[in-house]
């Protein structure tokens, strides 16, 4: 995107996303495949804008009066009745303002920007919400570059909001998603896990591919001990000053229950369950697509 300076997509990012691949029906299926990209194109599908060639486009496919005039190598891409649909819901309660090196926010907003680059990158469509216990954007499925450069906006504006209700944000998000396809939710998952799995039942009965990023920071998953504390709860401000060295070990056992919980419901829901570690690269993340 020349001339684009956008805070979640860096042109470094746009350089290394060229070796990563949106590829429509294996997402169905549940993974990203490599640097291979085909396109199809025929009379019956509709000519519907212009992207930049990158090493590995059919050559082919290249508009060469387009070339012509501006001695650039541009690709029609076209717009199929399968496309793939990414749905991608990103948390913004306040709780995911926390972060000491980066916050849960601005880290699960670079992988989100990631998806959404890739998915308009192969012509596919993809939706953004925004939500905390009420949904507070929702754009529709879109695959131009206006699109995209729209979503990176909204990303960019986004802060932490009010208090999270993933379960409830669900269940009233289900009707605003007109088609199927996969559903990739950016959460710290502060939320009854049985009221979270109730509600994805929904996307799951209409045939939806469900992806859960659980974005943790390490502070939060360990809570080592480190003498008298004052601990805030960022959406309800109480407060309460403890010795964490005698409540790590109780934290940690509820944390991990927490986790187990949310793991074993996916997996007997055939759902994809993975820590997003704020310590970790969020292109590792990535390789939640190839399994």
């Known amino acids: 995107m020349p001339g684009a300076q956008f805070k979640y997509l860096r042109p470094e990012d746009i350089r290394r996303l060229s070796t990563f691949e949106f590829a429509p029906k294996a997402v169905v299926e549940g993974y990203f495949a490599g640097r291979h ?5 025929g009379s019956s599908i509709e000519f519907r804008d212009y992207r930049e060639y990158v090493p590995g486009d059919n050559p082919a496919l290249i508009d060469w009066r387009v070339y012509g005039r501006t001695d650039r190598r541009y690709i029609r891409t076209y717009e199929q009745e399968t496309n793939t649909e990414c749905h991608i819901f990103l948390d913004s309660s306040a709780s995911m303002g926390f972060g000491k090196k980066i916050t849960k926010l601005d ?9 959404c680059y890739l998915v308009v990158r192969n012509t596919d469509r993809v939706s953004l919400e925004i939500f905390d216990d009420k949904i507070r954007h929702f754009s529709q499925p879109g695959s131009t570059r206006k699109h995209l450069h729209n979503l990176l906006n909204v990303l960019e504006r986004n802060e932490p909001g009010g208090t999270t209700s993933l379960a409830e944000a669900l269940r009233r998000s289900f009707p605003l998603l007109r088609s199927k396809g996969t559903l990739i939710v950016l959460s710290d998952f502060f939320d009854d896990a049985n009221e979270i799995f109730e509600a994805l039942s929904l996307y799951l009965h209409r045939g939806f591919k469900v992806h859960l990023f659980h974005v943790l920071t390490k502070e939060e998953r360990e809570l080592e001990g480190q003498g008298l504390r004052t601990f805030v709860d960022m959406e309800h401000d109480d407060r309460v000053v403890v010795h964490s060295d005698s409540l790590a070990s109780d934290y940690q056992r509820e944390m991990a229950q927490h986790i187990a919980a949310l793991r074993a419901t996916a997996a007997r829901k055939q759902i994809d369950y993975c820590i997003a570690d704020t310590d970790t690269s969020f292109y590792e993340l990535f390789d939640r697509f190839s399994k």
């Open 37 to 41: 990209r085909s396109h199809t194109s």
């Open 107 to 115: 880290y699960a907003s670079f992988f989100a920007a990631a998806l």
